[in-house]
């Protein structure tokens, strides 16, 4: 193992192998790889940064004696509301066992009850299939991974590190590498395979359980590039994110209603069971809109308001061991979880679509492949299962130990041209976008409940801020960079500053996206709800995809 900190000099110019994104998808395409090819793992964060390391409840599996793969494909087709693809939802729960079985044997250490593997429900599961390591089971995924990527000599690591575009070859028909930002340069750097990793895109909404580094850049690149993006309209809202005044929209893990907690109320009424059967234990999309519905009707400022999360049904000794992370941040923000409920609101947690990819990770761009959150492999359909995401990482991540390129020769990065760079003058315009006005708006345009003539305003909004930027001189001068020109600035600043540029045209990109999807579907499915078009339509059983300006729809495969 190599890590890349001080310089770029030592730095080559090619790899075999380029995977963007470090959370689990990222780190465990890295192990699955052959040894015998030379791996570059960029992260624009900290080793094991991403929202796979946020994960709380678990990964599913059907490993109890009174469950099956069977009734997992059904929970998860049921949950997709018809717009699964059948094989890869088959390819992953049949799999899921093994990918079990691979993290048992790197290390991970899932909870165990009576000598076996403990399990626990969670919403619009029929059986108990969800393992953990208490309430960190993310956590505990991404350390042991991160751990054993740090042992391999054939994987390097770029850190801190920011990837700007892809490079394409000359007819624009391949992706051969990537432009991106390190130690105040600019680098062009080549490989036979670009592996995208980044995550989601929660950022681009007010309210969400996503870390900082969540905005979308795999599927801005790729869509840039002309690879194929899919049913980006369909965001799922997790039900149950921290609401408190100050405090960040921490996740309170749908296993904690799998547990027994009951939502209630400012009255202290199960409400949940109006809107649903299930009530708590609902479809995440289901809760979610019981709960903006119910404030809708009850609270007099339906924006701030919230309802509880009640453990009382739990018993202690249960929450102490199934759930130290919430209690402990609960604590900080003044909440004692065993004498008062937890306030608690929707907010953005897990984008189902992404670029497209086939059994084998492949995008429709030749190079580009694409994994875990990124990727739209067809398992989570309009609505994902919950503990699906964290599966779904690790058994589509295997299929890359397949993977067969041409080994790159060792080239070293050509000369630098040196550049002042200095766009502060601008940097205010585009923060007010960044930080206030695109997720606000995006909040309210696209958030839980979407109509026609609020998507059209908010898509001519947002296109009109896209435009802004690209004028800007930091837009033209993201947007002309040249392939093989190594740059080096003079400072840090403009390195911080072209970053900031870059993830916030990310931000737009993915923004408008959505948006253009949501506007395009006009019924209500899984994740995306519409007020003038409140109910599903056989006539919109397909998806959504979008290739550079075109839209379309296409139909359901292996349904």
């Known amino acids: 193992m190599n890590i890349f900190k001080s310089t770029s000099l030592n730095i080559p110019s090619q790899f075999d192998i380029i995977i963007v994104g470090s959370g689990a998808a990222g780190l465990y395409a890295a192990l699955c790889l052959p040894e015998s090819y030379r791996v570059l793992l960029v992260t624009k964060g900290k080793l094991g940064t991403g929202s796979s390391k946020w994960a709380q409840g678990g990964i599913a599996a059907a490993i109890a004696p009174d469950d099956s793969s069977q009734l997992h494909l059904e929970d998860t087709l049921n949950a997709g509301a018809e717009l699964c693809d059948r094989l890869a939802v088959e390819f992953l729960v049949e799999n899921a066992p093994s990918a079990i079985a691979s993290l048992l044997q790197l290390g991970v250490i899932f909870d165990r009850k009576n000598n076996k593997l403990a399990t626990t429900l969670e919403a619009a599961h029929s059986r108990s299939r969800v393992l953990h390591s208490q309430d960190t089971t993310g956590r505990a995924i991404v350390d042991i991974l991160t751990a054993r990527v740090l042992e391999r000599a054939n994987i390097h690591i770029l850190s801190p590190a920011f990837v700007l575009n892809l490079w394409l070859d000359s007819q624009g028909d391949r992706c051969q590498g990537i432009s ?109 809109r019981a709960i903006f519905n119910h404030l809708e009707k009850t609270a007099p ?26 209690i402990q941040t609960c604590q900080q923000w003044g909440i004692d979880v065993f004498a008062q409920p937890i306030p608690v609101a929707p907010a953005a947690h897990y984008w189902m679509g992404g670029v497209v990819v086939d059994l084998m990770n492949a995008t429709s761009l030749p190079g580009l492949y694409a994994i875990g959150e990124t990727a739209s492999t067809g398992v989570h359909g309009a609505n994902r299962l919950a503990s699906n995401s964290l599966l779904e990482c690790i058994v589509f991540a295997a299929q890359l130990q397949k993977l067969e390129i041409k080994p790159v020769g060792d080239r070293q990065l050509e000369s630098f041209t040196v550049f002042q760079g200095n766009w502060q003058g601008e940097i205010a315009e585009i923060e007010a976008i960044r930080e206030k006005l695109l997720p606000a708006l995006m909040w309210h345009s696209a958030g839980i409940c979407r109509s026609q003539l609020v998507l059209e305003e908010a898509i001519a909004q947002v296109d009109f801020w896209r435009s802004q930027l690209v004028n800007l001189e930091v837009g033209q001068y993201l947007f002309n960079l040249s392939p093989r020109n190594n740059i080096q600035f003079e400072s840090e600043a403009a390195e911080k500053q072209l970053k900031f540029v870059a993830e916030t045209m990310n931000l737009l990109d993915i923004g408008s996206l959505i948006l253009k999807s949501a506007a395009f579907r006009s019924e209500s499915r899984g994740g995306h709800y519409r007020t003038d078009y409140p109910n599903r339509s056989d006539a919109w059983q397909g998806h959504t995809l979008i290739k550079g300006d075109g839209i379309e729809m296409s139909a359901i495969e292996n349904s």
């Open 301 to 326: 400022d339906p924006a701030t308001a919230c309802v509880f999360l009640d453990l009382g049904a739990i018993a202690p000794e249960k929450i102490r061991y199934r759930f130290p992370n919430i």
């Open 180 to 288: 991106l930002l390190h130690n105040s340069q600019i680098l062009w750097l080549k490989a036979n395979a670009v592996i995208l990793a980044t995550g989601g895109g929660g950022q681009i909404f007010a309210k969400t359980t996503n870390p900082t580094v969540s905005t979308g850049d795999g599927v801005a690149l790729a869509w840039r590039a002309g690879a194929i993006v899919r049913d980006l309209e369909f965001i799922q809202f997790h039900p149950t994110a921290l609401s408190q005044p100050g405090a960040p929209h921490f996740l309170i893990s749908e296993a904690v209603r799998g547990e027994g907690a009951h939502l209630v109320d400012s009255e202290g009424r199960r409400f949940a069971f109006d809107y649903h059967p299930r009530g708590e234990l609902a479809p995440r999309d289901v809760v979610s």
